[in-house]
Nanobody, 119 residues
Framework: QVQLVESGGGLVQAGGSLRLSCAASRSIVSINRMAWYRQAPGKQRELVAYITTTGNTNYADSVKGRFTISRDNAKNTMYLQMNSLKPEDTAVYYC?????????????WGQGTQVTVSS
């Protein structure tokens, strides 16, 4: 079993920055993909960005050029650097890791961290 804990959310003014972290409760050897999702009130959860085992990244069009996803394998932690924040970035942000344990693929989610951007 793997637990993911997000941190770094908060209230920020438009144009500001935040860095989210997602830390695992244990060391994981095989991680296929690490991703950030977000869910705004009344909307469906959407993919924000992901990073693969090989370091390839992909971003939603709405955050390209403003957000950067990264990982620190030694610390079992993933990050999302968010710059030039906009009010429409307000949402609960979740991390999701797709890992292989005992030869089976599993998806694990964090509990979410609130990001609020004021205008």
């Amino acid at each position: 079993q793997v637990q993911l804990v997000e941190s770094g959310g908060g209230l920020v003014q438009a144009g500001g920055s935040l860095r989210l972290s997602c830390a695992a409760s244990r060391s994981i050897v095989s991680i296929n993909r690490m991703a950030w999702y977000r869910q705004a009130p009344g909307k469906q959860r959407e993919l924000v960005a992901y990073i693969t085992t090989t370091g390839n990244t992909n971003y939603a069009d709405s955050v390209k050029g403003r957000f950067t996803i990264s990982r620190d394998n030694a610390k079992n932690t993933m990050y999302l650097q968010m710059n030039s924040l906009k009010p429409e970035d307000t949402a609960v942000y979740y991390c999701k890791w797709t890992v292989v344990l005992s030869s089976f693929q599993h998806d694990y989610w964090g509990q979410g961290t609130q990001v609020t951007v004021s205008s």
